[in-house]
């Protein structure tokens, strides 16, 4: 691993303690080192409408380092803004550090940056390298740029299953998850915006959708059905970047008929099986192994998109 990576990963470790209060901003590190390979300044963007990585990692420098700012590098995992938001430019702090180079993990893709920050950063006349780690920074931050590029939010389809595939037992509810999975699965909700299920699971499982066992804000409550479809643009325009869908077998594959998803979480419990009941759904055949989990009985395994696949129908699942 070079000393870039090394940095890079630190900066994406910190982001990621943005992930509650960030919203609806994207996540992002920021880490100073200083010539001599020592870290002087360390930050991450807290909350929305505060200062942002770069500004918290300069604020951190204690004064009687800042003498080497000059010949340091800041790495950051997004490139830093360029626009006056409700915050002054990131890459105008920059200049006026006067850091010798800047590392970045990717270009954000958000239309009001877009690479601006990189141009204003080598037209200062400071070295600008793009691209460590670059898969893992998008990674990251994968809800907010499916939600600029696609203009829709970052969809998980999950479900629970039976070791042989089934959702329930002669159609009637089970207990597939335990104590320990059910608690990630809140976890989940507390970390995404909104939260749908279809009529039917609704009217069957009356399920609550919260966050009952982690801590944090619950996730907007949705229910689907042929007299109220999914309205993706509503959700764009209330600013909701994720949706996790729990619903049944028919709403889970309506949406991936019409390949609506991005991320798909599957539990399955290794000690139960059943002899008749709800068919779990197929795994889409362009999807590929991002994760794999074991916890006791139970196991998920989260897919993600291949991207090179086509893009997604604009109807909405029903």
């Given at each position: 691993?070079?000393?870039?990576?090394k940095y890079?990963?630190?900066?994406?470790?910190?982001?990621r303690?943005?992930?509650?209060?960030?919203?609806?901003n994207?996540?992002?590190?920021?880490?100073?080192?200083?010539?001599?390979?020592?870290?002087?300044?360390?930050?991450?963007?807290?909350?929305?409408?505060?200062?942002?990585?770069?500004?918290n990692?300069?604020?951190?420098?204690?004064s009687?380092?800042?003498?080497?700012?000059?010949?340091?590098t800041?790495?950051?995992?997004?490139?830093?803004?360029?626009?006056?938001?409700k915050?002054?430019?990131?890459a105008?702090?920059?200049?006026?550090?006067?850091?010798?180079?800047?590392?970045?993990?990717?270009?954000?893709?958000f239309?009001?940056v877009?690479?601006?920050?990189?141009?204003?950063?080598?037209?200062?006349?400071?070295?600008?390298?793009?691209?460590v780690?670059?898969?893992?920074?998008?990674?990251?931050?994968?809800?907010?740029?499916?939600?600029?590029?696609?203009?829709?939010?970052?969809?998980?389809?999950?479900?629970?299953?039976?070791?042989?595939?089934?959702?329930?037992?002669h159609?009637?509810?089970?207990?597939?998850?335990s104590d320990?999975?059910?608690?990630?699965s809140h976890?989940?909700?507390?970390?995404?915006?909104?939260?749908l299920?279809?009529?039917v699971?609704?009217?069957?499982?009356?399920?609550?959708?919260?966050?009952?066992?982690?801590?944090?804000?619950?996730?907007?409550?949705?229910?689907?059905?042929?007299?109220?479809?999914?309205?993706?643009?509503?959700l764009?325009?209330?600013?909701?970047?994720s949706?996790?869908v729990?619903?049944?077998?028919?709403?889970?594959?309506?949406f991936?008929?019409?390949?609506?998803?991005?991320?798909?979480?599957?539990?399955?419990?290794?000690?139960?099986?059943?002899?008749?009941?709800?068919?779990?759904?197929?795994?889409?055949?362009?999807?590929?192994v991002?994760?794999?989990?074991?916890?006791g009985?139970?196991?998920i395994?989260?897919?993600?998109?291949?991207?090179?696949?086509?893009?997604?129908?604009?109807?909405?699942?029903t």
């Amino acid at each position: 691993m070079s000393d870039d990576e090394k940095y890079m990963h630190r900066c994406i470790q910190l982001a990621r303690n943005g992930r509650q209060n960030a919203k609806p901003n994207p996540m992002v590190g920021a880490v100073i080192v200083s010539a001599d390979g020592r870290i002087i300044g360390e930050g991450y963007h807290v909350r929305c409408g505060e200062g942002h990585a770069e500004v918290n990692a300069f604020a951190s420098v204690r004064s009687e380092d800042e003498a080497l700012l000059p010949g340091s590098t800041i790495y950051v995992s997004l490139e830093p803004c360029s626009h006056y938001g409700k915050t002054p430019p990131c890459a105008d702090l920059i200049i006026k550090k006067g850091v010798r180079r800047v590392v970045v993990g990717c270009i954000d893709e958000f239309a009001e940056v877009q690479g601006r920050g990189i141009r204003k950063l080598r037209e200062a006349g400071i070295e600008v390298e793009v691209g460590v780690l670059e898969k893992e920074c998008k990674h990251l931050n994968r809800r907010f740029f499916t939600f600029h590029r696609e203009k829709r939010p970052f969809i998980i389809l999950k479900w629970a299953q039976t070791a042989n595939g089934f959702l329930d037992d002669h159609f009637k509810p089970i207990q597939i998850s335990s104590d320990f999975t059910k608690m990630l699965s809140h976890k989940l909700r507390a970390e995404e915006d909104a939260i749908l299920v279809g009529r039917v699971t609704n009217e069957r499982e009356h399920p609550q959708l919260t966050v009952r066992d982690w801590k944090g804000q619950n996730p907007k409550r949705l229910v689907i059905d042929h007299s109220h479809p999914l309205n993706l643009d509503s959700l764009h325009a209330h600013n909701i970047q994720s949706l996790i869908v729990e619903g049944g077998a028919k709403t889970l594959q309506s949406f991936m008929e019409k390949g609506l998803w991005d991320e798909l979480r599957i539990e399955t419990n290794l000690s139960i099986t059943v002899t008749d009941g709800t068919r779990a759904p197929q795994v889409p055949a362009d999807s590929i192994v991002i994760g794999c989990h074991v916890y006791g009985n139970n196991q998920i395994i989260i897919y993600g998109r291949n991207q090179q696949e086509l893009h997604p129908t604009s109807e909405s699942p029903t």
